[in-house]
């Protein structure tokens, strides 16, 4: 029977977490430990800490979860780590159902925090209460140096993305009033965290434009301390940064080694979290693996949230193809926009100056822009191009081999040669595309990440176990191969 659906996603308006000594507390204290050691520290921050266990009934294990775009990455990026995590603590197989906390629907609830500070150390952050006793005047004009064209309306997001974007978004809608202070946005160069953090501070001055809102970047943020020393104005310099109710901080990594410009940016930071302000940052790694940067800091910088941007997964790439091409008026074939998504895989910045050449030579060479002309101009800026095979050729080159018809590849029908048939397409979309478990599903008659999960493991384990299966998968490899040189 065909697998359809791995772990339901159940919400419960009143789910009561279990204390940690309870069966449930002790399972999931378990499992963590394990967990702990597999996955890197912000991994086990981002995606671990924030899950609570609810009830262990039998083979059901119960897990309270803040979102489901949440239980959906677990399932997509941990659900086979959790599952053998739990069978070792508890020795059988474990369904897991997640579910979303009901209290606060938006995409990230609040962190409950605690009124009385009484014996909470100095470097833990005031309380909302705290917060809310204290005010402060408006200061001088403010520019905000935001880039206009920065918005989220046209930031395309996707997986590798998306927990920043809805973070980000958060914050926008409600600065200051989230648990998200700071919010540390970080990831490799030219993947777009500059236009996530304006987008934030455009965001925030189109519902009220009053609101003070200043971009800067830690250089100039250093230069502009330098000059204020220079010319007797550390207070007036001081007074303008803490006077804003947003202050967007970019690449904080260049803070590192400067000593005096990292105290001021201290007290700084103080005194707009203590006003209950947002601030924002960026940087290339997360703060704890900056060198050279105060402890102190370190450590506020840790107190809100911390999420990535990873390099965009080719259903991303493509999206950002089509929306900067149609922005420039240009209507280009599928076949080019895969071609470029396939082979400029580092960054969005390299992508876009790939897009930019193929234009310019088109325009200045009076040629067509056909996959040639897109090899070409691909192949002056990495080098070797890549093969690309598609889900589409795929299903055919299975569907051919096997002498079934392709639609059925993407039917209900449960008939076992079909099953298997679609189970070895799936299996084939996971290792020889860069799509994501959702587009494979799609591919698949509309069908859940979860199935294409299963999918995939069931054909691993059966050509362990059935040569003549291997030996089926290895030739269609070779033929999808062969087809894509």
Known sequence: MEFEERSPLITDTTPEVQPAGSPAGECWRQCLEIVRGRVNSQSFKTWFEPIAPVKLDGSDFYLQVPSQFFSEWLEEHYFSLIKEALAQVTGRDIVIHYLVKAEDRDEFPLVEETPDRSGVPADQPPSRPEIQATARPAGPPIEPALNRRYTFGNYIKGESNQFASAAALAVANNPGGTSFNPLVIYGGVGLGKTHLVHAIGNQLLAADPSKRVLYTSSEKFTVDFVESIQRDHVSEFSNYYRSVDLLIVDDIQFFTGKEKTQDIFFHTFNTLHQLGKQ?????????????????????????????????????????????????????????????????????????????????????????????????????????????????????RTVSEHLSIPQDLLRAKTRKQEIVTARQIAMYLSKELTNSSLKTIGLHFGGRDHSTVIHAYQTTEDTMKEDPMVRTLVQQLKSKLELRSV
């Not at 102190?296 to 390099?311: E, H, K, M, N, Y």
């Open 279 to 395: 601030i924002v940052l960026s940087s290339d790694k997360p703060p704890k693996e900056l060198k050279g940067l105060n402890e102190r800091l370190v450590s506020r910088f840790q107190w809100g949230l911390t999420a990535d941007i990873q390099p965009p997964d080719l259903e991303t790439r493509i999206a950002i193809l089509l929306k900067k091409s149609s922005d420039d008026g240009v209507e280009l074939s599928h076949d080019v926009v895969e071609f470029i998504a396939a082979n400029i895989t580092s960054n969005i910045r390299e992508l876009e100056g790939c897009l930019i050449s193929l234009l310019a030579r088109a325009s200045l060479e009076n040629k067509k822009i056909d996959l040639d002309l897109a090899r070409s101009v691909v192949r002056s800026i990495v080098g070797e191009v890549k093969t690309h095979i598609t889900i589409d050729e795929i299903q």
